[in-house]
């Protein structure tokens, strides 16, 4: 039997991506996915309105069941922290900025006002973060430990003060990181939810540096250490938030899905079924991405990406999917 034909025979049909639509269609999925602890939701790009409106309908539909307690975001822990504590309903500033970037988009804030809406009437999901791509987290912990009154190293504050606006790998973090291997971390108690919370913050510092260090190594694979940390930041987010949390991953398909290096291949490894993961695929029509080349072997940008995000046309997916 050809692929195609394959696909078909086990194929659900759906409604549609419009989350106001009924559940009914939703059925068959949602039953493969509501015992998972876990669940990777991907898109093929981090531009296309069908991808992102179904996660959207089916996040909706998990946290309804009680199968979703934290949506964690392919975005920086530290920056996802401001739309946690809106959708919580602790603060009303909803920056739809950079910190966001690339889910700057519609659909993504009308999940954040949905989740916001659901918590007001008694729901308690919270957002997150898994990626560490900024040096934030550092600056966040500092400040909790300070309200907490925990003495934090001298030299954290000083790599945090240092660290400011730096992004691209650059011979400072080979220095940072070997500071930051001596300095003796203050003693965080794992039954506070609190301390862990900055266990995770300073985590992701730790992350920030030793992918610089390895972006600078011309033979290095900085993204698989990258998938590698994502993964871990997501264990340690269901950690955070309690043994019996459920979250679901918003997330490329090149991150969710199972096969290694992948982040997915780490949680499938760590939590077995209880990871799950759906990926979002396209043949034809237009979407709007950024644009640019990658190595297939290194996965690094080839020449300067073009970020900026502007309509591109869809081709027939090619290879496996997942």
Not at 13 to 35: I, Q
Not at 159 to 170: H, I, K, M, Q, V
Not at 229 to 245: C, I, K, V, Y
Request: aromatic share 8%.
């Amino acid at each position: 039997m050809d692929p195609v034909a394959q696909l078909r025979a086990v194929a659900i049909p759906l409604a549609g991506a419009d989350p106001t639509l009924p559940e009914d269609d939703l059925a068959p999925l949602l039953e493969r996915l509501g015992d998972a602890r876990l669940i990777g939701l991907g898109e093929a790009t981090h531009g296309d309105h069908e991808s992102f409106a179904f996660k959207r309908r089916l996040i909706q539909a998990l946290v309804r069941r009680g199968c979703c307690d934290v949506v964690i975001f392919e975005r920086n822990v530290a920056e996802m922290d401001v739309y946690d504590r809106y959708v919580t309903g602790a603060t009303d500033a909803f920056p739809m900025g950079e910190a966001l970037y690339p889910w700057r988009t519609e659909e993504v804030r009308a999940l954040f006002q949905w989740l916001r809406d659901w918590n007001g009437r008694g729901g308690t999901v919270r957002l997150a973060g898994m990626d560490m791509f900024s040096p934030a987290g550092l600056a966040l912990a500092l400040a909790l430990l300070d309200e907490a009154g925990i003495p934090a190293p001298a030299a954290w504050q000083q790599l945090s003060t240092e660290a400011g606006t730096l992004r691209a790998p650059d011979p400072w973090h080979v220095t940072a990181l070997a500071r930051w291997q001596m300095a003796q971390p203050p003693s965080l108690d794992p039954a506070d939810s609190i301390e862990r919370w900055v266990a995770l913050l300073t985590a992701t510092f730790r992350q920030w540096l030793d992918y610089a260090v390895l972006a600078l190594d011309p033979g290095g694979k900085p993204w698989e250490l990258r998938d590698q940390s994502m993964a871990e930041n997501a264990l340690a987010q269901l950690d955070r938030f309690g043994p019996a949390t459920k979250a679901v991953i918003w997330a490329h398909n090149g991150h969710v899905y199972h096969e290694p290096p992948v982040a997915g291949s780490h949680l499938r490894a760590r939590l077995g079924a209880a990871y799950r993961s759906v990926c979002c695929v396209f043949g034809h029509g237009s979407f709007n991405a950024g644009s640019g080349k990658v190595h297939a072997e290194t996965k690094r940008p080839e020449g300067q990406p073009d970020w900026a995000r502007r309509p591109q046309v869809a081709e027939p997916p090619v290879g496996r999917v997942h």
